[in-house]
């Protein structure tokens, strides 16, 4: 990890500064590993690293020890840092370390990347608009607990820009034989488009937003279509009931490379009786020969665990409730509360807000996990 942050700058050259950038964003991380949020307390976790913990980042950065850094360099050097690089460092790492192996995260096994944005509500800048951010996240099909965040790209305060920040997103991914997810913002053609051409399948829910292809998928015939797979679970209190059904796409389609469509309708009944029912059409590029309605219920059903993300950053992280808001800090600290994230779940823990305090226990531990030691 130490290696690969030495390609991160902050606009300055290290020549001559005390506190190197890679340095720096290597104790970040390691703090923010362990559960730390804000510079302040950062920099004071950063006061009880072992000596010779600090001494040897600075050694393997080819830089004198210089101490510990204060509260100030810590904001300097993060407000300051090339997100975008910063960005391709974590996915760098993460790819490379998924599963605990130097394997690539592309194997023979199924493969679901999903998309979804997030706005970090505290983080306006001077002209008012929200930091909002979409991030690639994968692992296998179904709502897979160690799903990690491959990369991660704003999108210029807009939400209704994910759209063409997924597509250039997508394109930076090495990735091969995937299924893509994401909500309603992203069926949008030129997607799709981008998606087959890169030989990857989508799995994508439709609204209202897509009128045409909208109404035409609720005017098929799906009370006559039986259902393909269905599952109830029961936890937080409700029962949930899930069915699927899956019909070939019709001719005429409003939608390019489409094969198969489907209805998966939900029933929800909560403790004290109360009953929800929800219906949702989408489209598939997958055949019927290779993927049937199980595997589409699955990937589904695996969207959410960008929802599990986007929760963790809120609840452990307090990112809704972070005011940070100079120049790239919020975008920089995000990163890393990502790059966290990722580690914890390849150190094989997936409960991050205990595993988060089970870091802070050794000081060495998140330096461990990060692979910033020997």
């Known amino acids: 990890m130490l290696d690969l942050l030495l390609a991160v700058s902050d606009g300055r050259s290290d020549q001559g500064r005390d506190h190197p950038v890679a340095v720096v964003l290597a104790l970040v991380a390691a703090a923010t590993v362990a559960g730390l949020k804000g510079y302040t307390a950062i920099s004071g976790w950063i006061t009880d690293v072992p000596t010779d913990v600090l001494d040897d980042r600075y050694l393997r950065a080819e830089a004198r020890p210089a101490g510990r850094p204060s509260r100030s360099t810590l904001w300097r050097v993060c407000t300051d840092t090339d997100g975008d690089v910063l960005d391709a ?31 970090l509500r505290g983080a306006v800048n001077a002209d008012g608009e929200q930091l909002h951010l979409l991030s690639a996240l994968t692992g296998s099909p179904g709502p897979d607990p160690a799903a990690v965040t491959i ?118 009944t909560a403790s004290d009786g109360k009953q929800s029912a929800a219906a949702q059409p989408g489209i598939t590029s997958h055949p019927a020969e290779t993927t049937g309605p199980a595997e589409i219920a699955a990937f589904n059903r695996g ?72």
């Not at 760098?92 to 979804?116: C, F, K, M, Y």
């Not at 150190?347 to 988060?356: L, N, Y």
Request: hydrophobic residues 35%; charged residues 20%; proline residues 6%.
């Open 89 to 119: 460092v974590i996915a760098e790492w993460t790819t490379t370390q998924h599963a605990g192996t130097q394997a690539p995260i592309s194997t023979d096994t199924p493969v679901q990347v999903r998309l979804d944005g997030k706005t």
């Open 151 to 268: 990369a991660q790209a704003p999108t210029d305060g807009a939400k209704t820009r994910e759209p063409e920040t997924a597509r250039a997103v997508l394109e930076t991914l090495d990735l091969h034989d995937v299924t893509v997810t994401a909500d309603a913002l992203h069926t949008v053609k030129a997607t799709a488009q981008l998606i087959h051409q890169q030989g990857r399948h989508f799995v994508l829910p439709v609204k209202e937003n897509r009128a045409a292809l909208f109404n035409t998928l609720d005017a098929l015939p799906w009370a006559g279509t039986p259902i393909g797979y269905e599952n109830t679970e029961t936890g937080h209190g409700r029962t949930t009931h899930r069915t699927i059904r899956v019909l070939p796409a019709p001719s005429g389609l409003p939608f390019p490379h489409v094969n198969q469509v489907w209805l998966i309708e939900r029933y929800v």
């Open 303 to 374: 969207q959410w665990a960008i929802e599990s993300l986007h929760f963790i950053r809120d609840t452990c992280y307090r990112g809704d409730h972070s005011h940070m808001r100079t120049r790239s800090g919020p975008r920089v600290l995000a990163s890393l509360r990502n790059l966290a994230i990722n580690a914890l779940r390849l150190a094989g823990r997936t409960d991050i807000t205990e595993a988060t305090r089970w870091a802070n226990r050794n000081m060495t531990r998140p330096f461990t996990i990060l692979g910033l030691t020997g």
